[in-house]
């Protein structure tokens, strides 16, 4: 087995007020920090969905709990959270692909993530409250 | 040219490729799952838990359960290893993800065959 061969000459650049995440790299973390909330929230949901599904009884009381403001709040995010989650999902499956690698249309793709995502999330819940 | 020495039990691409395959379930799952659930006349218990009975919905939304959790398995774990060092702490949180998740997996089996 050959020796890894680390120490490549790399260019330094550390002015830490002038470096930013650039958008692709913004849409990659949001992904992850999605994705960790929803594992979060899981237990949060399939309690949601045994109390709709349960019994008569149990949506109405399901439907109290979704009424709430603040409960509502909170599931307007997971679902910005999934929708981010699904749309920028589909896109690092098609970078997978070798589809869109390049840097321009990389950087595009990562704008209509995240307009696409905002999107969804503002229409489905405009439709569900 | 890249120099790079592959080491490891070779999971690594297995799990790879089974969180693209749940994430591409779940996708194709969570359109066809939303226009139904947006297509229904109204939004009752009638309606909703109808939705459910249909042995087809059943039999999908539970593997997209078991994708989901299967999924969040690789991805979680991708996350401990990255910000988690000690050995210890990071077998402990992998345990308790496991029970979790089967746990999940056990719930939302219920969920679904009760209606
Ligand atoms: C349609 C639904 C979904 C799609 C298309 C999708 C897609 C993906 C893809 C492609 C990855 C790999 C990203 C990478 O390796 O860089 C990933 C990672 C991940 N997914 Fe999902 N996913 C979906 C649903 C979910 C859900 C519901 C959860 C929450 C429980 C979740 C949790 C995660 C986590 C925690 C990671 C690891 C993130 C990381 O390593 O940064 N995913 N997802």
Redesign the pocket.
């Known amino acids: 087995m050959s020796e890894a061969i680390v120490r490549k000459q790399r260019p330094k650049f550390l002015a830490l007020h002038e470096i930013r995440l650039p958008l692709p790299g913004i849409v990659?973390i949001l992904?992850?920090v999605s994705?960790?909330g929803?594992?979060l929230m899981?237990p949060f949901l399939l309690y949601l969905l045994d109390r709709s599904l349960a019994s008569p009884e149990s949506f109405a009381a399901y439907k109290s709990v979704v009424g709430n403001p603040l409960v509502k709040i909170l599931l307007l995010g997971l679902l910005w959270a999934?929708m981010h989650?699904?749309c920028a999902?589909?896109r690092?499956?098609l970078l997978d692909l070798h589809k869109g690698i390049d840097l321009q249309s990389a950087r595009n793709s990562s704008r209509i993530v995240l307009a696409v995502s905002i999107a969804l999330t503002v229409i489905i819940g405009v439709k569900l409250w | 040219m890249v120099n790079r020495i592959v080491v490891g039990a070779h999971y690594g691409l297995r799990d790879?490729i089974a969180?693209?395959a749940t994430?591409?379930f779940?996708?194709v799952f969570?359109i066809l799952f939303a226009a139904a659930a947006l297509g229904l006349p109204e939004m009752s218990y009638q309606t909703w838990s109808g939705l459910f009975r249909n042995g087809i919905v059943r039999f999908f939304a539970f593997l997209f359960f078991l994708a989901?959790f299967y999924?969040?398995w690789?991805?979680?774990r991708?996350?401990y290893m990255d910000y988690i060092k000690p050995v210890g702490v990071r077998l402990a949180l992998h345990l308790v993800t496991i029970f979790l998740l089967v746990g999940y997996a056990g719930w939302a089996a219920q969920i679904l065959w009760r209606l």
């Open positions: 990659s992904h992850r994705g960790a929803l594992f899981l999934y989650h699904f999902g589909i690092f499956l | 790879w969180q693209r994430a591409l779940m996708v969570t989901l999924h969040a690789i991805g979680v991708d996350i």
